[in-house]
């Protein structure tokens, strides 16, 4: 697996929680879906059905920690023996693979855009964005579990995981770079922490 991990959210404006008592639960969120076609209304798409089977699953784990944020990725049913990249991606699933639009980052690579991915590793790296690479399992499981110093910033949390066909590159000029895109998970509902300020 590649460096650490992230996590994933939904749409709008709940404050950051206050940090919790000893005995209080630790805010969490989960998202899941199984894999399938695309069709109107997807949340789980296989666009490679070779390689991410109908009927594999996928589950996110997001959970508050001391200061930041800790992701964990399962996935089943997956092609045993198999490397794949993996990341959270800032647009929701589509017909299209590119839908899902670039990684999520903290901080922003000013030199990316529309048609310009960011490929520097000052920002793409396992630090900046969410990297759950793994390699499945002899029975086609797949985890993976990243944390970060950070929380997302729920002005622009992202929206999606994108399962990519290899562990994501980390040198200059492909820094982030995982091959093609073969499934995407969009996420449900925000969880209840973030950060509010845009960066």
Not at 75 to 98: E, F, M, N, W
Not at 138 to 165: C, E, I, T, Y
Request: one cysteine or more; hydrophobic letters at 40%; proline letters at 9%.
């Amino acid at each position: 697996m590649n460096g650490r991990l992230l996590i994933l959210t939904a749409p709008l404006a709940l404050s950051l929680l206050s940090a919790p008592a000893a005995n209080a639960a630790t805010p969490k969120h989960e998202f899941e879906g199984t894999f399938k076609r695309w069709r109107a209304g997807a949340t789980a798409i296989t666009y490679q059905p070779e390689l991410v089977p109908q009927g594999a699953r996928a589950t996110v784990t997001t959970e508050k920690t001391e200061g930041g944020v800790r992701v964990e990725l399962l996935a089943t049913g997956l092609i045993p023996g198999r490397a794949y990249g993996a990341h959270v991606h800032t647009s929701p699933c589509g017909k299209d693979p590119a839908a899902a639009g670039p990684h999520y980052q903290h901080r922003l690579d000013p030199a990316a855009g529309p048609g310009r991915p960011s490929v520097d590793p000052a920002y793409a790296n396992p630090r900046n964005e969410v990297w759950l690479d793994f390699t499945a399992d002899r029975n086609g499981v797949g985890r993976s579990v990243s944390a970060q110093d950070w929380m997302f910033d729920l002005k622009r949390a992202p929206w999606s995981l994108v399962l990519h066909a290899e562990h994501t590159h980390s040198g200059p000029g492909e820094a982030g770079t995982a091959g093609a895109r073969l499934a995407c998970l969009t996420r449900d509902a925000l969880p209840t922490f973030g950060e509010r300020a845009g960066r």
